[in-house]
């Protein structure tokens, strides 16, 4: 048995390091200092500048992040109708990196999941008394997470795609509180992000963020982010929300690190497309945190 568990786990850890590094990044705000902007609403800020962004690493590591996006020309505009194919490209193959990270990576979070596979690798072993089957359960079990984390998922995409995705000026340009904004890098689009408003609670969504692989590592991401932040606060938002299925330990310090707050998980999260069969449930399994950062007093 510990020689059936040992195999297990030997091939599950080939596997989870054969992973892509890459992910897409749902959300970030960036950690420039700005101007106050005095709302009607309310006066007075929950957090400043300085605590809502402290520096990620020291003075000088944060003036290079800096100086690296002045020095790539990376700007923020609003997005326009000439983008929305590119836009449309951005955000697909930012999907399509949460495959191999939900089902592989996103395995090392799920210990009773482990705990399953490791039962079935026995019983395998009982019922058949074949070493050379039971050698192989492990990798059938890891395909079928694959398989199952890749339909789920291009489901969800195809559902994105033919809803707020497929028209984008309709969608966030046109109501009031909403928004759509694309980096562009020399001449370049190579990120986006858009901004949803929630009237009921007086808070804004920060939704759809993503970056050209391509070009990550140049603070593209802080840019939108902090694009989405100052939109809310001009618009008087109360708080600006978010949500991740992002598996990676380094995406939830960051967001905690800007001034981000997590306020709890959804485990087993369904998402659209989802048709909650026996087989999806046992090979595909997500976790939605929801975190939140507080602008102003209610």
């Known amino acids: ?27 970030k705000i960036v950690a420039d200092d ?18 809502m962004w402290p520096p990620l690493s020291p003075p000088s590591s944060s003036n290079n992040m800096e100086e690296n996006v002045k020095k790539d020309n990376v700007y923020i505009r609003e997005f326009h109708p000439s ?20 089902a592989f990576r996103g395995l090392k979070s799920q210990p009773q999941t ?14 058949t008394k074949s070493l050379l089957l039971t050698c192989c359960v492990p990798l059938i079990l890891l395909g079928m997470r ?7 998922i291009l489901r969800y995409l195809e559902c994105a795609l033919h809803t707020d995705m497929s028209d984008i000026e309709q969608y966030y340009m046109k109501p009031a509180g909403s928004c759509f904004w694309v980096a562009v890098l020399d001449g370049n689009v190579v990120g986006i992000v858009a901004a949803k408003g929630n009237e ?26 902090r694009k989405v932040l100052e939109f809310a606060m001009l618009n008087n938002y109360s708080s600006i929300i978010l949500g991740t ?11 905690e690190s800007l001034g981000f707050k997590h306020m709890g998980v959804i485990y087993h999260y369904t998402l ?11 090979f595909f399994q997500l976790r939605y945190h929801r975190y939140r950062l507080q602008l102003r007093e209610e």
Do not use: W
């Open 272 to 282: 659209p497309g989802m048709n909650h069969s026996i087989l999806e449930r046992m």
């Open 245 to 255: 299925t992002a598996v990676k330990i380094a995406a939830h310090k960051l967001y």
């Open 1 to 27: 048995m510990c020689f059936l568990f040992c195999s297990f786990s030997f091939s599950l850890a080939n596997c989870m390091h054969c992973l892509s590094q890459k992910m897409v990044c749902e959300t």
């Open 34 to 51: 700005h101007d106050p902007i005095h709302g009607s609403k309310k006066d007075s800020m929950i957090v400043s500048s300085a605590q």
């Open 114 to 127: 482990q705990l399953l596979y490791v039962i079935i690798t026995i019983m395998c072993f009982v019922v």
């Open 146 to 152: 694959y398989y199952f984390s890749r339909e789920v």
């Open 200 to 225: 009921e609670d007086n808070s804004v969504e920060l939704r759809r963020m993503s970056v050209d692989s391509h070009y990550r590592g140049k603070g593209i991401a802080k840019a939108l982010g």
């Open 83 to 102: 983008d929305q194919e590119v836009a449309c490209r951005i955000f697909s193959e930012g999907i399509m990196e949460r495959i191999p990270n939900t």
